[in-house]
Nanobody, 128 residues
Framework: VQLVESGGGSVQAGGSLRLSCEAS????????MGWFRQVPGKPREGVAL?????????TDSVKGRFTISKDNAVGKITLYLQMNSLKPEDTAMYYC?????????????????????WGQGTQVTVSS
C-alpha cells in the first residue's frame, strides 16, 4: 500500500484548497480512510474520515467547511479533501491515512494510532 498526497500550499484566510491522496494497492473491502493534521508540539488529529461504505466523520472545527470524498477505481482509491473558508488555525501538515481491513463494525471512527497506512504529508498554510 502506498499513499501519496498532493494539493497543499499557501492561501489567505477565506480561501480554498483541495487535497488529493492516491492510494495504490489498497484492496481492503471494509476500511476507513481519512485526513489527519499535525502542528509541531501537538498530537496528530483526525480532520475528516470516510468509510468504505461512504459514512463520513468530521472534527467539529471543520464541519460545514471541509468535505471528504473518495473515488474508487480498479486497483486504486483517490481520496479528496475540499477545504473552504480556510482559517489560520487550519495551518498544519496534512496526512492521508488508511486503516487495514476492518473485520468488525465500521461504526467506530479510528484514531491516528489505529491507522497503519500513511502518506508523507502535505503542508497547508493559511495566512491572515
Amino acid at each position: 500500500v502506498q499513499l501519496v498526497e498532493s494539493g497543499g500550499g499557501s492561501v489567505q484566510a477565506g480561501g480554498s484548497l483541495r487535497l488529493s491522496c492516491e492510494a495504490s494497492a489498497y484492496r481492503y473491502r471494509r476500511y476507513w480512510m481519512g485526513w489527519f493534521r499535525q502542528v509541531p508540539g501537538k498530537p496528530r488529529e483526525g480532520v475528516a474520515l470516510i468509510s468504505s461504505e461512504g459514512n463520513t466523520n468530521y472534527t467539529d472545527s471543520v464541519k460545514g467547511r471541509f468535505t471528504i470524498s473518495k473515488d474508487n477505481a480498479v486497483g486504486k482509491i483517490t481520496l479528496y479533501l475540499q477545504m473552504n473558508s480556510l482559517k489560520p488555525e487550519d495551518t498544519a501538515m496534512y496526512y492521508c491515512a488508511g486503516s487495514g481491513q476492518i473485520w468488525s463494525t465500521l461504526a467506530e471512527t479510528p484514531s491516528a494510532p489505529q491507522m497503519p497506512h500513511w502518506g508523507q504529508g502535505t503542508q497547508v498554510t493559511v495566512s491572515s
